[in-house]
């Protein structure tokens, strides 16, 4: 089986030259998919078991410019078998902001413990720690899963098997439901001249269904402080992870177990939703990372992945305050499907939204009680 070595580092560090020597004629060269950023990658001389790809330049995890969302991106979710940092000595103070933090997402090393023991030798309970994450690793298990944790939307989750890692895909339903309820709380306040209307306003509700880590609703309830946030999934192993991220984040959330909208009570502004919506058939196809390691139960959309999406649209209105929104992450061929079934259920201004690979990713809809 083929394994993977990414090559990372500040632009203009080296890393080319490097992957020209490891890989030399056996290169190919394309664009990653939906931006026109050049992907280059090769076989490792001698060495056709490797292949190597040259990431593009970035001077840290916390990316704004395509080149570095697609490295960015790449590192957390392709999960290659072996990363080298490439550092260029003679600009150590910057490109050590981009090593130190592939040490704390590698090795749990934080930059104080680095700065005030680098000197040190690694301790054998530390060394021994390292080689198990790397047994595990090649064992395709997903680093996010080994070290324990993830970060989403600038917060940082706590992550094991019972929850689907969260992916930078699900930040587009966060900012766009974030912008909306942030855009519907200054319109009610404008409208509203009565000072003591305002100091009464109720909070918004929001629903996240199917809420695996919790990662939609809490990130929701910390950037909307007026927000009432409710966290409902399926598994108690799920609900457990949201409940520790919900504490550790300080986020005052509300945790409902049951399978969709059992055990549900009142109305909701907004339901938020990032089910199961993968063909049965295809989760074989998958990564190993995914398929064999990522919970089932948040993967299978059944036969045509269309499945929670029909019996959530399907039940929604109940549970919908009047011009209650909903958003939904699709995958990428399933918009067409989802606008049809939500103009179906009488929903209006659907609309599809792609992510920044100019796919499709987010169905939003509004339900206006007739």
């Given at each position: 089986?083929?394994?993977?070595?990414?090559?990372?580092?500040?632009?203009?560090?080296?890393k080319?030259?490097?992957?020209?020597?490891?890989?030399?004629?056996?290169?190919?060269?394309?664009?990653?998919?939906?931006?026109?950023?050049?992907?280059?990658?090769?076989?490792?001389?001698?060495?056709?078991?490797?292949?190597?790809?040259?990431?593009?330049?970035?001077?840290?995890?916390?990316?704004?410019?395509?080149?570095?969302?697609?490295?960015?991106?790449?590192?957390?979710?392709?999960?290659?078998?072996?990363?080298?940092?490439?550092?260029?000595?003679?600009?150590?103070?910057r490109?050590?902001?981009?090593?130190?933090?592939?040490?704390?997402?590698?090795?749990?090393?934080?930059?104080?413990?680095?700065?005030?023991?680098?000197?040190?030798?690694?301790?054998?309970?530390?060394?021994?720690?390292?080689?198990?994450?790397?047994?595990?690793?090649?064992?395709?298990?997903?680093?996010?899963?080994?070290?324990?944790?993830?970060?989403?939307?600038?917060?940082?989750?706590?992550?094991?098997?019972?929850?689907?890692?969260?992916?930078?895909?699900?930040?587009?339903?966060?900012?766009?439901a974030?912008?909306?309820?942030?855009?519907?709380?200054?319109?009610?306040?404008?409208e509203?001249?009565?000072?003591?209307?305002?100091?009464?306003?109720?909070?918004?509700?929001?629903?996240?269904?199917?809420?695996?880590?919790?990662?939609?609703?809490?990130?929701?309830?910390?950037?909307?402080?007026?927000?009432?946030?409710?966290l409902?999934?399926?598994?108690?192993?799920?609900?457990?992870?949201?409940?520790?991220?919900?504490?550790?984040?300080?986020?005052g959330?509300?945790?409902?177990?049951?399978?969709?909208?059992?055990?549900?009570?009142?109305?909701?502004?907004?339901?938020?939703?990032?089910?199961?919506?993968?063909?049965?058939?295809?989760?074989?196809?998958?990564?190993?990372?995914?398929?064999?390691?990522?919970?089932?139960?948040?993967?299978?959309?059944?036969?045509?992945?269309?499945?929670?999406?029909?019996?959530?649209?399907?039940?929604?209105?109940?549970?919908?305050?009047?011009?209650?929104?909903?958003?939904?992450?699709?995958?990428a061929?399933?918009?067409?499907?989802?606008?049809?079934?939500?103009?179906?259920?009488?929903?209006?201004?659907?609309?599809?939204?792609?992510?920044?690979?100019?796919?499709?990713?987010?169905?939003?809809?509004?339900?206006?009680?007739?």
């Amino acid at each position: 089986m083929s394994k993977t070595l990414a090559l990372v580092g500040n632009p203009n560090s080296g890393k080319t030259t490097l992957f020209n020597n490891l890989t030399g004629s056996k290169q190919y060269v394309g664009n990653w998919p939906g931006v026109t950023v050049e992907r280059k990658g090769g076989k490792l001389k001698k060495h056709d078991g490797f292949e190597v790809m040259d990431l593009p330049g970035i001077y840290s995890l916390s990316p704004y410019s395509p080149e570095e969302v697609i490295t960015r991106n790449y590192l957390l979710e392709e999960n290659p078998d072996v990363i080298v940092n490439i550092v260029d000595g003679s600009n150590l103070e910057r490109n050590l902001y981009l090593t130190m933090q592939l040490l704390e997402m590698g090795c749990k090393i934080d930059r104080k413990f680095y700065y005030m023991h680098m000197e040190d030798d690694l301790s054998d309970d530390l060394l021994k720690e390292y080689e198990l994450a790397i047994k595990k690793r090649a064992e395709h298990i997903p680093l996010q899963y080994i070290v324990g944790e993830t970060e989403f939307m600038g917060l940082k989750f706590k992550v094991n098997s019972n929850v689907l890692i969260p992916r930078q895909d699900t930040e587009c339903l966060v900012e766009l439901a974030v912008e909306d309820i942030r855009n519907v709380k200054t319109q009610n306040r404008c409208e509203s001249n009565n000072t003591a209307d305002q100091k009464n306003e109720q909070k918004v509700k929001v629903l996240d269904l199917c809420t695996g880590s919790g990662c939609i609703g809490i990130s929701v309830a910390k950037l909307c402080p007026d927000t009432e946030v409710t966290l409902a999934d399926i598994s108690e192993g799920a609900l457990s992870v949201a409940k520790k991220n919900a504490q550790n984040l300080d986020a005052g959330v509300t945790l409902i177990k049951g399978n969709l909208f059992e055990n549900i009570e009142g109305r909701f502004d907004y339901i938020l939703s990032n089910p199961p919506y993968i063909p049965s058939e295809v989760i074989e196809g998958l990564m190993p990372e995914v398929k064999e390691h990522e919970p089932r139960l948040a993967l299978d959309g059944e036969a045509d992945g269309l499945s929670f999406y029909r019996e959530i649209i399907n039940e929604a209105p109940d549970y919908l305050n009047p011009d209650g929104r909903i958003y939904f992450e699709i995958g990428a061929e399933q918009g067409e499907d989802l606008t049809h079934l939500m103009n179906e259920r009488g929903f209006s201004e659907v609309k599809v939204h792609k992510d920044l690979a100019g796919l499709d990713r987010i169905v939003t809809g509004i339900y206006s009680r007739k």
